[in-house]
């Protein structure tokens, strides 16, 4: 399984950037849990959102009601809205998946590559 993130970039305080991350692989291998996390330099990775098979969301304090994380599963896809940015939201951006290996019932952990989205003020 391989997680491709895309969509990082420059942008101006208050403005807009749409993340997307697309996890590869076989279909025996089902994406349970996708997300983001964040690393700004010299500071720990944090959660930023996850969202479930199901549709269900959890989100980081610091980004709720101004990021949206959504997914397509027929697509295996996570995408992470992120509206009205801030300086402090500047970081590399993380996608991760809990995968199921559905003939063993065995789940692993993978993340992306990482993006940046740098945010000027």
């Known amino acids: 399984v391989q997680l491709q993130a895309s969509g990082g970039g420059l942008v101006q305080a208050g403005g807009s950037l749409r993340l997307s991350c697309a996890a590869s692989?076989?279909?025996?291998?089902?994406?349970?849990?996708m997300g983001w996390y964040r690393q700004a330099p010299g500071k720990q990775r944090e959660l930023v959102a996850t969202?479930?098979?199901?549709?269900?969301?959890n989100y980081a304090d610091s980004v709720k009601g101004r990021f949206t994380i959504s997914r397509d599963n027929a697509k295996d896809t996570v995408y992470l809205q992120m509206n009205s940015l801030k300086s402090e939201d500047t970081a590399v951006y993380f996608c991760?998946?809990?995968?199921?290996?559905?003939?063993?019932?065995?789940?692993?952990?993978?993340w992306g590559q990482g993006t940046q989205v740098t945010v000027s003020s």
């Open positions: 969202i479930s098979r199901s549709g269900s969301t």
């Open positions: 692989g076989s279909i025996l291998f089902r994406k349970d849990t």
């Open positions: 991760n998946a809990d995968v199921v290996e559905t003939r063993i019932g065995r789940s692993f952990n993978y």
